[in-house]
């Protein structure tokens, strides 16, 4: 019930000197020069500060379109923020954790459909629900990015190998030159272990569950895949380029349903 106990996404991001950079159903990105904080919305949603894990958010109230959250939230990040100019950016180690990678980003669009949906924003939400679900399971994550932000491919693999990284899995959208092409497909590394190959396989299995056509486990030499020393894969979502896997991505409700597939895939393989 809204009272004096909550205030809106917008005062909070006020009290904090922050701006509201990304918005959609799930989550909210606030940014300044500094920081970044993520809060995500729905039950039991966490919420990040500088990459960070550091609770949930409690009670969320969304209606008519405006979404409410307790006030105490601001108390709990502030503490947090950093001030002064941005130092660069450094990500704790977190041995054994998963890294979750959305593809592409900034200047970098990747496959854009017909009607100009752009793959790195799909891959991005689609990354941020899946490590929001494992963070709920008491898995340790790790984005590679968290926000419309260009990364290197190497820097992406390395930021895999600096923590030891239990799992590296790439998030995609793919796109053909054939509208009729469409599914999903898992990528493993030519030559790759067998600790990646059960990864995908893990993934895969969960991931027919979503109606998706499933394409297969197959080896490409993609350089995140290469450069990364543990298991690594990565997902091709489905295609821009044909109408009806196009249409399924940009429904987030559908995202959901990929991200839970994906984060029960992960799960299953790490048991």
Known sequence: MIGEDTITIEQLALRLGLRIEQRDETFVVMKNTANTVIVFTHPDGRFFVNGKPLGSVGNVIKEHGVIHVPSTLAEQIRPHLRTGLPQPPTTPVRKGAVIIDAGHGAHDPGAISPTGIKEKDINLRVAAKVANLLEQRNLPVVMTRWQDTFIELEERAETGNRQKAALFVSIHCDSAPSSSAQ????????????QSYRAAQAISQAMEKTGLNNRGIREQDYRVLMKSKGAAVLIELGYLSNPQDAARLADDRFRDRL?????DGIEAYLQ
Do not use: R
């Open 183 to 194: 599914g999903f497909t898992i990528y493993v590394a030519a030559g790759a272990s067998a």
């Open 259 to 263: 991200a839970h597939a994906i984060a």
